[in-house]
């Protein structure tokens, strides 16, 4: 027997699940009733796909048992099973997946919530156990594996002879205390509702036996308990079932249980398409960025089933950079299951798939913003910046899609403004769409350049984002108007009697400008009279495509 130490993180988390005062200890029955659908998943996969693996759909289940006399609970799967290695590698350390592994300090409070929210995978199960014993053989595997804790200081691992291949999880409960009752898990009745309550929709059958009471016989009347198993979950995914039945929490409940982010969803769509490709999906706009989202990290990706079977966890094919926020499942009958990675690529049905789904984001994004302003602003908050980069790369080859969920800062509402809502209110003559870059609305604000554009009463876009003149370049128009930066050196707003004034005026003043663009050496290409300056003495100016900010990203950029 082999005693070994848990990784440094494991320990923190579980200290935390022993000494949780988490009030829904429960959900980590959902959580070892996922893993176990997972290592199902995996292992039906391979027997659809190898014909080396004989096939029967009933060799697939989970089985709940508790045991009253011992205080355990027991979950057994008939998955794919752990080797040696992957117990130690799984069970030993956090999950990349399902984890705290991101954070490096957790606290108490904080670790409450994401327990709540998210549930931490296996450890859970040292909420409500003050032991843990793991019986698993993996698949081709002649011998199993033993493993236990107390989810303390470490585990121990040993040979174990284990009939068939997949795994079996002993709970063994803590006992009662205060206001802690640990006995509903060996409850059928409870166990039964928390099954219905998390885990309806898992696709395997989930059996338990249950004790009811029944009829003697047929001629016999009275009732004598009768203990038979029972599949207790309808085993019908949600995606599969009618949108009209399904209730907002339903969703909820699925994005947790799908671990698909630790905040809720802002919002969700369901969709069932039956025409040139046929495919059921629900899909996520999070609530907030994932903490990778701009590192190496982050994997975008959906789901992908063919016919109820898990084929490809993250596959990136079916979403648009521009929309890797979104988060969901997809499952289409038309899908070959011995699909590869590299043939997924090139796939017709994946290609309309994805142009699909493509489809219904955008259309769900426009009337998320025409309906619901204020989740689409919060949307916008959180993802905006990456619909800017979807105009922008490319070569703009997106950027007719994407004009129109844009929102930018304006100087009339003070509020993020679209660029329909621009236009339509603008001045009969008003010729361009105006905008001024800086570092944060009150910079932009003491600019000089916006003064003489404001006195004309035209609005003003405010740009504080490093991408929002470059996808503004993209786009170069909108609506037949030009964007125009009020930096740039030919605004021409002056009526033609100012411009004469001008004219006379640098005529006179000549010999003073050459004077100062000599001290100025070098430092700026010539200096101007202007007037559109009012209460400011001096502007910078930008000559020609590249404004000044965008010359600082440039600069900034590698070559
Ligand atoms: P996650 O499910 O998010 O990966 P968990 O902590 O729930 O994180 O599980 C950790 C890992 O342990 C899983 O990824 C899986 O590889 C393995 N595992 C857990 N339960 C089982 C099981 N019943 N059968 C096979 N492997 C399992
Ligand atoms: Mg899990």
Redesign the pocket.
Known sequence: MEKKQFQAESKRLLEMMVHSIYSQKEIFLR??I???S??ID?IYYKALTDENISFNKEDYYIRIEPNKDNRTLT?K?T????TQE?LEE??GT??????LAFKKEVDMQEGQEIIGQFG????SSFMVADKVTVY?RALHSEEGYKWESDGQEGYTIEPYSKEGV??E?IIHLKENADEENYDQFLDEFSLKSLIKKYSDFIRYPIKMDVTEKQPKSEDDEELVDVTEEQTINSMVPIWRKNKQELKDEDYKAFYQEK?FGFDQPLSHLHVSVDGMVRFQSILYIPEQLPFNYYSQDFEKGLELYSNGVLIMEKCADLLPDYFSFVRGIVDSEDLSLNISREILQQDRQVKLIAKNIEKKISNHLKSLLKNDREKYEKFFEAFGRQLKYGVYSDFGANKDKLQDLLLFYSSNERKLVSLKEYVERMPEDQEHIYYATGESHDRIEKLPQTEMVKDKGYEILYFTDEVDEFAIKMLMKYDEKEFKSVSSGDLNLEDEETKKEAEKQKEEHKDLLTEMKEILNGKVNDVKLSPRLKSHPVCLSAEGDVSIEMEKVLRQMPD
């Open positions: 959580e070892l996922s893993n176990a997972d290592a995996k979950i799967d998955g794919i099973g752990m992957e799984n069970l956090i999950a990349k997946s399902g984890s931490v995978g296996f450890y698993t997949g795994t999880i671990h």
